[in-house]
Nanobody, 119 residues
């Protein structure tokens, strides 16, 4: 059974930093694209940043210049370094991955980690 588990969320003041991690575990053969998404109260889930297995990166405009996505393909772990945080970054952050496992190719989501930025 494949699991994605996020960690690193919390409460931070505006201008502060947080580093999110997402560890994938289970019968994983390989991981294709990985990404971070977020969902604020009353809003739709939106892409924050994504990274391919070859390291090609895409950022939403909201995080450009402030967020850095990276991955460790040995540890099957995804990271999101968030700097200069703003109150509007407050949301539940989810990681997602397209991966091959013993069950075939599928998309998986983590349970989410809350990020709250106070003004």
């Amino acid at each position: 059974q494949v699991q994605l588990v996020e960690s690193g969320g919390g409460l931070v003041q505006a201008g502060g930093s947080l580093r999110l991690s997402c560890a994938a575990s289970g019968s994983i053969f390989s991981i294709n694209d990985m990404g971070w998404y977020r969902q604020a109260p009353g809003k739709q889930r939106e892409l924050v940043a994504s990274i391919t297995c070859n390291g090609r990166i895409n950022y939403a405009d909201s995080g450009k210049g402030r967020f850095t996505i990276s991955r460790d393909n040995i540890k099957n772990t995804l990271y999101l370094q968030m700097n200069s945080l703003k109150p509007e970054d407050t949301a539940v952050y989810y990681c997602a991955a397209e991966l091959w496992s013993s069950g075939g190719l599928d998309d998986y989501w983590g349970q989410g980690t809350q990020v709250t930025v106070s003004s």
